[in-house]
């Protein structure tokens, strides 16, 4: 007995989207939200890391001297690091997509 597979469409960027969504599509509501917050929250990661990567904002700046509680967060804050700020925002990404 002699199956036939269909012939495979290609990579290009549109067509491989258009597989995704209707993947997405066929799969149960549980499936589909868990894919959407996994996807948000890897975007938050990325988001996150870069926007980490290039904080180099000054703790003893201007509203420092007016709120010493806001330095002290903000030294802690940069203290994390880039993945520190890439979790911050997967947590948030993916819980925005929740909601």
Known sequence: MATTQAKPQGFSRDNVQAQYTQ???????AVEVAINGLT????????????????????SGGAAEDNPAMATQLKALQAGGPWAYGCCMAIWRGWQAFA
């Open 23 to 29: 993947w997405v599509k066929n799969q149960s509501p």
């Open 40 to 59: 948000s929250s890897a975007q938050g990661v990325f988001i996150g890391y870069l926007l980490g990567s290039m904080t180099s904002m000054d703790s």
